[in-house]
């Protein structure tokens, strides 16, 4: 119950980002955290799984690869949100090596995040043809 | 200072901001809020300097923070990525982070030394959001 609300918000969340991402203007969209573009790709794809794998069992493998990429993205955009409350803090003033670690413990939760990703887009691999990953990756 | 800025660009990042108008507002409210408070003109002139190199900082890890999505995204699009493909996709990540994190103390320093304490509390005071 619980997961399927969390990949239901992941799915609205997701389709936001792209719709703001689209709607910023123009023909490229702005810059953003590779973790945001990642989420937001994994979301769209999860409830359309069986519609591009026949496979019964290789179907459930690549919707619990998106539900576990886009489990991975909630918990670092929390993880992050929490890190940004930090950075933001107006506490003044603020030491170089404060500072410092502020942004290292940013950075090192988007990296760690991206190595898993990456881990899981390699599985991802696995577990599909060039074709229904052709037909995954046309889902927007 | 920058601290506000910081949190909006950072959210712009992450999709969670409505683009970069947080960050754009604050450096043209500390630039009024230098104008009208910093009466010494060279100061002000150097200040000035300092808020325009800040919105190109921020403009520069926001342009450095997007290559790297858009190459992830290019392999994620591409079945024969491998796993040393994505590595070079990430290997700006800690440089890049670690550049601004570095860019943002000289630039807070540097603002420190060209105001007085009660210019610096009046100028975050009227460029802070309300």
């Known amino acids: 119950m619980e ?3 969390e990949r239901t918000l992941g799915i609205v969340l997701g389709l936001a980002l792209t719709a703001a991402a689209s709607a910023c203007g123009g023909k490229e ?3 953003q955290l590779a973790t945001s573009g990642a989420h937001a790709r994994a979301a ?5 799984v069986d519609l591009v794998i026949a496979d019964a069992a290789r179907a459930a493998r690549v919707r619990a690869l998106y ?4 489990r991975l993205m909630l918990t670092t955009k929390q993880a992050e949100a929490g890190e940004l409350r930090a950075l933001g803090a107006p506490r003044e003033p603020r030491s170089p090596d404060e500072t410092r670690t502020l942004f290292r413990r940013f950075r090192a939760t988007e990296q760690g995040a991206l190595e898993k990703y990456v881990a899981l887009q390699l599985e991802l691999r696995r577990a599909t043809t060039p074709e229904e990953f052709a037909r995954l990756d046309a889902i927007r | 200072m920058f601290w506000i800025a910081l949190s909006a ?4 990042l992450t999709g969670a901001g409505d683009d970069t108008y947080v960050i754009r507002k604050f450096i043209e409210r500390a630039r009024d809020a230098v104008n009208t408070h910093v009466k010494d003109e ?27 999505s858009a190459c992830v995204e290019r ?3 591409t079945y024969a990525a491998a796993r040393a493909d994505y590595e070079r996709c990430l290997v700006d990540v800690t440089p890049a982070w670690d550049a601004a994190a570095e860019d943002l103390i000289v630039l807070d320093r540097q603002l420190n030394e060209q105001l007085s304490p009660a210019e610096r509390a009046a100028i975050r005071r ?3 959001p309300d």
Request: hydrophobic share 40%.
């Open chain 1, 3 to 5: 997961a399927g609300i």
């Open chain 1, 29 to 31: 969209p702005p810059p």
């Open chain 1, 44 to 48: 769209s794809r999860i409830e359309l």
């Open chain 1, 67 to 70: 539900v576990e990429i886009e």
């Open chain 2, 9 to 12: 660009l950072i959210m712009s």
């Open chain 2, 42 to 68: 060279a100061r002000r002139r150097a200040a000035n300097g300092t808020l325009e190199r800040t919105a190109q900082a921020f403009e520069k890890h926001r342009q450095r923070v997007g290559k790297i």
């Open chain 2, 75 to 77: 392999l994620d699009r």
């Open chain 2, 126 to 128: 009227d460029a802070e």
